[in-house]
T-cell receptor, first 112, second 113 residues
Framework: QKEVEQNSGPLSVPEGAIASLNCTYSDRGSQSFFWYRQYSGKSPELIMF????GDKEDGRFTAQLNKASQYVSLLIRDSQPSDSATYLCAVNTGDSSYKLIFGSGTRLLVRP | NAGVTQTPKFQVLKTGQSMTLQCAQDMNHNSMYWYRQDPGMGLRLIYY???????DKGEVPNGYNVSRLNKREFSLRLESAAPSQTSVYFC????????????FGQGTRLTVV
């Protein structure tokens, strides 16, 4: 079982809709959770990070963390065609190494 | 504002050849990483360095070696390239291992024929 799981998609939503991206992780000791966006042929770039249970909002983006369910999600409100990209969930391992492990990513397509 | 710089950007190798991918960061970060990205596989951690002088294996270390030359530089070496190592390689750095934002280089597209 992969340590960080994401649905590969593509997730297709119309412009202006809410896009919901999900991620589950296997290590109960994980403490830090990140969402990266990657455009085709480009490097990943950080969208949001979250450390505590609950919601964290930044503009059109909301990250949600539920450690009991080992689940982290990213909501994108008022989706724009420019949001079309692959979204990567990353989690640090709960052992003493704290290395950063990525999921395989979800491709999001926002239709004009 | 260079950030994380990787060289080269593109490389074609023949099976059995060796090469070193270079990575340097100018953000005074303690931790550095090497990932490979294959279609549908996301980013897989090859090796990482929590701080200057330390290196550790990640998820897929076989066939690779690394050197943390100093705080700025972290190189990845392929001793005998194989077609299975055809991939896009990303170097990244962060202030604290696994706990703070990782900044990525522009990637190296490697093809082994």
């Amino acid at each position: 079982q992969k340590e960080v799981e994401q649905n590969s998609g593509p997730l297709s939503v119309p412009e202006g809709a809410i896009a919901s991206l999900n991620c589950t992780y296997s290590d109960r000791g994980s403490q830090s959770f990140f969402w990266y966006r990657q455009y085709s042929g480009k490097s990943p770039e950080l969208i949001m990070f979250i450390y505590s249970n609950g919601d964290k909002e930044d503009g059109r983006f909301t990250a949600q963390l539920n450690k009991a369910s080992q689940y982290v999600s990213l909501l994108i409100r008022d989706s724009q065609p420019s949001d079309s990209a692959t979204y990567l969930c990353a989690v640090n391992t709960g052992d003493s190494s704290y290395k950063l492990i990525f999921g395989s990513g979800t491709r999001l397509l926002v239709r004009p | 504002n260079a950030g994380v710089t990787q060289t080269p950007k593109f490389q074609v190798l023949k099976t059995g050849q060796s090469m070193t991918l270079q990575c340097a960061q100018d953000m005074n970060h303690n931790s550095m990483y090497w990932y490979r990205q294959d279609p549908g596989m996301g980013l897989r951690l090859i090796y990482y360095s929590a701080s200057e002088g330390t290196t550790d294996k990640g998820e897929v270390p076989n066939g690779y070696n690394v050197s943390r030359l100093n705080k700025r530089e972290f190189s990845l070496r392929l001793e005998s390239a194989a077609p299975s190592q055809t991939s896009v390689y990303f170097c990244a750095s962060s202030d604290s291992l696994g706990n703070t934002e990782a900044f990525f280089g522009q990637g190296t597209r490697l093809t082994v024929v």
